[in-house]
């Protein structure tokens, strides 16, 4: 029994300093959303080269993902109701340092780094910034919008007719050229999140943002 209670401790530790590399705020306002969701899955992009710019981004100290209590406990409502209907979670972002946004916007202005045009295919690297694709200041730096998605209960992928960060108009929600499989699955995820109490973005269909979120000014 010690030797778990030394582990559990060393594990706690390692979380909070985590957390506290890559939030500025009070923790406690805060939680890991593996603590309130144990099933969900994860995929913490910027964590990885896996993204839009080919790096490892500025602020990811470590691959978790928070959100505030209030988006964390919504979450979980959103997140039981697809339980149910046979899905769990797959989380790409979540709070996002500041940092990490400057991280972006110095990405798109260093013309000798192209990343991975495969997230922009038919843009310029320019157009992310002009074109409101990436913003110098993101609704996740006050720490109550997420960025998912569904697989089924097994880990198979859950197919949206789109990947995360694909800059193009095949992200909109909206997006007719799908196929009726895709725009079912699409309707799955954006009703569960707003019966929760999330509002969508109207150009990503994986973006959701607690529609009371405790925040209301960039942290």
Do not use: C
């Amino acid at each position: 029994m010690k030797k778990i209670m030394i582990t559990l401790g060393l594990l706690i530790g390692t979380s909070a300093l985590a957390f506290a590399d890559t939030i500025s705020i009070d923790s406690s306002d805060f939680a890991e959303i593996s603590s309130e969701i144990n099933d969900a899955a994860f995929d913490i992009r910027y964590y990885s080269p896996n993204n839009f710019t080919g790096h490892k981004i500025d602020g990811y100290k470590a691959p978790r993902a928070y959100l505030t209590k209030e988006a964390l406990a919504a979450l979980a409502v959103a997140a039981e109701d697809l339980r149910k209907q046979g899905y769990r979670l797959l989380i790409w972002d979540s709070y996002r340092p500041q940092k990490a946004v400057d991280n972006f916007v110095r990405w798109i202005n260093n013309p000798e780094d192209e990343g991975d045009k495969t997230f922009y295919p038919d843009l310029q690297k320019s157009d992310l910034l002009a074109g409101r694709y990436i913003m110098e200041k993101s609704g996740h730096t006050r720490g109550s919008t997420v960025d998912l998605t569904i697989i089924e209960k097994d880990g198979d992928f859950v197919d949206m007719g789109g990947t995360f960060d694909l800059f193009s108009e095949i992200s909109h929600p909206d997006y007719q050229d799908l196929t009726d499989e895709q725009k079912h699955n699409r309707q799955i995820l954006r009703n569960a999140m707003i019966k929760a109490g999330f509002r969508p973005l109207d150009s990503e269909w994986w973006h959701f943002t607690l529609e009371n979120e405790p925040f209301f000014r960039i942290i």
